[in-house]
């Protein structure tokens, strides 16, 4: 009944996160505005976006009952809670674009978005039978698949996508 097993860090603890993101939309040719090198050169932008976050924690847990009686979880109280963490998540979105004005209030956009450039497996879940009970409840059996990837789908960050759209603004 040691409520000090019990702490440790939350099951949504993300140290780091760093998201990047930017707009560059240059202007390429200076001259005329009816010119046929102004409708080419101009009008593009490209617009990545960078994600990074740390790992989240999750138990080692022990197969069967509670350790720490009804007071606690059925992870290892000598390893902590949430005493392990997930590989970190790096992501990399870009958006390519390119618009064709008519008149003033009419343009017409071309878009294509990648997203997950690198086409990187993203892990979400592993094995959390850090070990499991044998016998009576003292005797205690490493689990082998402790850390192994059960998760790596996220509706989020998934494999590598492409689309291409179309957009009329009046």
Request: proline share 4%; charged share 20%; hydrophobic share 35%.
């Amino acid at each position: 009944f040691n409520g000090s097993y019990d702490g440790g860090p939350s099951n949504f603890d993300t140290r780091h996160k760093i998201v990047l993101s930017g707009v560059w939309a240059p202007t390429f040719y200076k001259g005329s505005k009816n010119s046929i090198g102004n409708y080419i050169l101009n009008g593009w932008s490209l617009a990545p976006n960078f994600n990074y976050y740390s790992g989240r924690p999750f138990n080692g847990n022990v197969s069967g009952t509670s350790l720490n009686r009804t007071n606690g979880d059925n992870f290892l109280p000598i390893a902590g809670r949430n005493a392990f963490r997930l590989p970190s998540l790096m992501n990399l979105d870009v958006r390519l674009s390119k618009r064709f004005k008519f008149r003033e209030k009419m343009s017409l956009e071309f878009l294509a978005e990648a997203f997950n450039v690198a086409n990187r497996t993203h892990v979400f879940a592993k094995s959390t039978t850090l070990y499991t009970r044998s016998g009576s409840a003292t005797n205690l059996v490493y689990d082998p698949t402790f850390g192994r990837i059960t998760g790596t789908d996220s509706t989020l960050y998934r494999e590598r996508q492409i689309q291409f759209a179309t957009r009329f603004q009046f």
